[in-house]
């Protein structure tokens, strides 16, 4: 997920317009969904690479706790300084701080990942997290990032009052075929070479097996580049591919 790998083919060029533009307009509610492998925390990094110092943000990996156990995380993430024994307590700190924040002209972004583990409980927090504003202003981002489940967990009646809160989403495929060749040799670039060192039947194997699947490519092409420096070779063909 190294923000310095992240390759800008079609969909995630317009996946990272796209939240950053929601960001900065504080549209409130961001869902980024795609499935496993095709680059959703790559573009995350990607994105807070954007950011300046203007926003601040925190990242919840692990989204899988108890209410005051999430108020907690949130409050050592914010470095409150100190622990809180009930919701009410932590939520009076946050609201202040919220406030403070707003005053300078900075922006709050929280960045849910794993969200498809989020339990109803823990979505709902989150929600009314959401409804604190200032003048009509937003005082906090929340930006939800899963897997294609995620969607379907949002349909859920229980959770129809958070779905309608999500202004801004984007599902993330694979790349396209025509990317591929591109992509590897934009990987290689940043690992430092400008050899082409896969063939174009390489590149068709690769295309083939992965679907296109940005992680799938970047495992082929790892294991490719092993077996071809064991075998003492300096091109990669469709043998070796098909091999690993």
Excluded: W
């Excluded at 995630?12 to 496993?36: N, Q, T």
């Excluded at 700190?93 to 969200?115: G, M, P, R, T």
């Amino acid at each position: 997920p190294d923000p310095n790998f992240l390759y800008l083919g079609e969909i995630h060029k317009e996946a990272l317009a796209i939240l950053k533009y929601g960001i900065l307009d504080s549209r409130g509610f961001l869902l980024l969904v795609g499935d496993v492998g095709t680059g959703k925390t790559t573009l995350i990094n990607g994105l807070l690479e954007t950011l300046d110092e203007d926003t601040i943000v925190v990242t919840v990996h692990d989204p899988g706790l108890e209410k005051l156990d999430f108020c907690n995380f949130l409050a050592s993430s914010f470095k409150f300084k100190r622990k809180f024994s009930s919701k009410g307590d932590f939520l009076v700190h946050f609201i202040h701080f919220l406030h403070k924040v707003h005053d300078k002209n900075k922006k709050v972004l929280l960045i849910i990942d794993e969200a498809h583990k989020l339990t109803h409980e823990i979505m709902e927090e989150i929600r009314l997290l959401s409804n604190i504003e200032k003048k009509g202003a937003r005082l906090l981002n929340i930006f939800l990032v899963g897997q294609n489940e995620l969607n379907e967990t949002l349909a859920e009646t229980r959770n129809r009052a958070l779905l309608q809160r999500i202004t801004t989403r984007y599902t993330i495929g694979p790349l396209k075929k025509s990317e591929v060749s591109d992509y590897i040799k934009f990987r290689l670039s940043v690992a430092g070479t400008e050899r082409n060192i896969f063939n174009s039947g390489a590149i068709r194997e690769i295309i083939s097996f992965s679907k296109c699947n940005p992680r799938m490519i970047n495992n082929i092409c790892d294991h490719a580049l092993l077996t071809g420096y064991v075998k003492g070779i300096k091109k990669i063909d469709a043998k070796i591919v098909k091999e690993c």
